[in-house]
């Protein structure tokens, strides 16, 4: 989709270029983030594909096409732009700010309110509410969310993205972050995206493009970097705690065990009683019909208890997801002090499990290439 | 509610100063002979007011007209380096009492109302320029940046950025310029161009302090409408966006 060859920037008075010879494929539909510490050439870089800054030599190709043949006007309106200040107009409303680009095209009225609505709603704004809102009225949060939509108005295939999400806080941070994905989940643009932020671009990227003094330094998806960084450089880049960014990575689905051993909630108690005994288990989880998890009981409970293990089964307080990141599922682990956690879907069907170990070791992947093994939770599911 | 009323009580006690100023002022004036000489010749006074309407109204069009283009095109990147020297010399002309401007003017335009609306657009053009610059050149320069990276022309990103977003400032030396002009405008006189100031010299000429003030009155009238009323201008060209102290 954008194709850059070679691509050089100097800047004027300079002899020391911005960005030196790069070259880098994004193929559509795909967020091809590009990071380093300032001044490493990434803006510029950006900032070329819309010809905000000449090119001074090498080539940016979009579907094939030369930038530098076409308008540059007209480029520049099939381009998304959003910028970390955002850059709304003062004094434009919301919705003349979102329809800045629609209206340059020619968009006629219905189009553009039916555009502004929609928009609006992607970004759970209240059309009604926030219309007419001027900038200064909103929010940080409120005021980049405006800002990407602005972005997309015209629906471009393209959009280039220089922090988008770099003036608020964190945690409007994250929440902006899962909701602009969840939307580039449906309309799959392609996207290049700046940031100086590691965890962000692991998040966010399908690719990652590591820049240090205008040079390319690696080209990879997130999980390549962080599992194999290139050179000392990269490591650095990424930081001595890259293992734990890879949580931010995985899904529990990724390290979880599947087909726990477990009994239904029909079996008898003395029985399961007796193979616990026998297996050497504490506990054990409890299923109804359908795999559903019912919760767990363990041998105490069941010690001379006539009947079926269903009466019994005390339910599970804390679940996960399989596509929850396995940050979080840590994160739940250490604070209700727990060391295995069941994983469920939405409907409640047991998928897996999940405990310390297990997590330990599939980090542990990022620091010795020849991985580790999975501990020691007992699968092979039922028990009787 | 309670606001309100506290507001209104405020607003009457400067509607009760306002009266006894007035009256005041009007006792006063029937003893310098303003009123007499008011009512003895109210055609000509009229003449001359609209004569000095014109005069304002004629040289302000044209300093803007002039001013605002020049605040655009210094703004322009081509001209960023001479804009400082440009603004300087500028400013030393209006150091240039508005006297000597109408007298500069005199010497090479005679007289006439030309020569006046010449030297009332030079005196008035500084202000007006001055704070186009300002304006234009205050704008946060992201919001140039996106525009042009949404594909706005350059002309597109002067009229729907650029002048909107620097609008109040530029009103506000239209405002300056045209309160100024006012009262220069009265010096027209003295080029044979008219206007109010014939009452005000002419006045001051025979120690008439009735003729004088049949002059002054009126102009200082313009001065404050004006002011307010491009005060008000401000309110309604502005957009609610830009919220300066309105």
């Known amino acids: 989709m954008i194709r850059l060859e070679r691509l050089t920037k100097i800047y004027p008075g300079s002899t020391i270029p911005a960005v030196d010879n790069v070259s880098l494929h994004i193929p559509e539909g795909e967020i091809c983030i590009l990071i380093g510490s300032s001044g490493c050439g990434k803006t510029t870089l950006m900032r070329m594909i819309n010809r905000l800054e000449p090119i001074t030599s090498g080539t940016i190709k979009i579907d094939g096409k030369d930038v530098t043949h076409m308008d540059v006007i007209a480029l520049r309106r099939s381009i998304g732009y959003a910028i970390q200040q955002i850059g709304l107009f003062p004094h434009m409303t919301v919705f003349e700010n979102i329809t800045v680009v629609p209206k340059l095209l020619g968009w006629n009225k219905k189009q553009m309110n039916e555009r502004v609505d929609e928009l609006l709603s992607l970004v759970n704004l209240d059309p009604a509410i926030y219309r007419d809102r001027y900038p200064r009225e909103l929010s940080g949060g409120q005021a980049q969310r405006i800002g990407v939509t602005r972005a997309m108005a015209a629906n471009p295939p393209v959009m280039l993205m220089d922090e988008p999400f770099g003036a608020i806080d964190p945690i409007n941070r994250e929440v902006l972050q899962d909701e602009f994905l969840k939307i580039q989940e449906k309309l799959k643009k392609t996207i290049v995206f700046v940031t100086h932020d590691i965890h962000e671009a692991v998040k966010m990227g399908d690719r990652i493009a590591l820049l240090d003094a205008g040079n390319l330094i690696q080209y990879a998806t997130p999980e390549e970097l962080l599992t194999r960084p290139k050179n000392q450089f990269v490591k650095d880049f990424v930081g001595a705690d890259r293992a734990l960014k890879r949580l931010d990575l995985l899904k529990v689905a990724d390290a979880m065990l599947k087909n726990p051993v477990r009994c239904s909630t029909e079996d008898a108690s003395e029985k399961i009683l007796e193979r616990m005994v026998e297996k050497n288990l504490n506990y054990l989880l409890v299923t109804a019909p359908g795999n559903h998890l019912v919760g767990y009981v363990n041998i105490d409970m069941l010690r001379g208890h006539k009947g079926v293990v269903g009466d019994l089964a005390r339910p599970m307080s804390i679940t996960v997801r399989p596509d929850q990141n396995l940050k979080d599922a840590l994160s739940k682990m250490l604070t209700y002090d727990i060391g295995i956690v069941v994983a469920v879907d939405d409907q409640g069907v047991l998928q897996g499990i999940l405990n310390s170990k297990t997590l330990v070791s599939v980090v542990g992947e990022t620091y010795d290439e020849h991985g580790g093994h999975w501990g020691n939770i007992t699968t092979g599911g039922r028990i009787l | ?246």
């Open chain 2, 1 to 246: 509610m309670r606001k309100q009323k506290k507001s209104g009580s405020v607003g009457r006690f400067w509607m009760m100063t306002a009266f006894a100023l007035t009256f005041i002022s009007g006792i006063y004036a029937e003893r310098l002979g303003f009123l007499q000489f008011t009512m003895d010749n109210p055609e000509e006074i009229w003449m001359l007011f609209v004569e000095h309407i014109q005069l304002v109204l004629i040289s302000s069009a044209i300093s803007i007209g002039i001013g605002v283009p020049t605040g655009i095109l210094l703004t322009r990147g081509f001209m960023r380096s001479y804009r400082d020297w440009i603004l300087n010399i500028l400013g030393i002309c209006q150091t240039v009492p508005s006297l000597a401007v109408i007298a500069i003017a005199m010497t090479y335009l005679g007289i006439g109302k030309k020569t006046a609306i010449f030297a009332l657009v030079i005196y008035g053009l500084l202000p007006i320029i001055r704070n186009s610059v300002a304006g234009l050149a205050g704008i946060n320069p992201v919001i140039l940046d996106a525009g042009k990276g949404m594909g706005m022309t350059p002309a597109q990103l002067l009229f729907k950025v650029e002048l909107p977003n620097a609008m109040y400032i530029i009103l506000t030396g239209i405002r300056t310029s045209t309160v100024i002009n006012v009262g220069t405008a009265a010096m027209s006189f003295l080029v044979g161009g008219g206007g109010l100031g014939d009452l005000i010299f002419s006045g001051i000429a025979m120690v008439d302090a009735g003729y004088m003030l049949a002059g002054a009155v009126p102009t200082a009238a313009l001065a404050i409408f004006m002011n307010w009323f491009i005060g008000k201008m401000e309110g309604w060209i502005v957009s609610d966006g830009l919220v300066y102290e309105k």
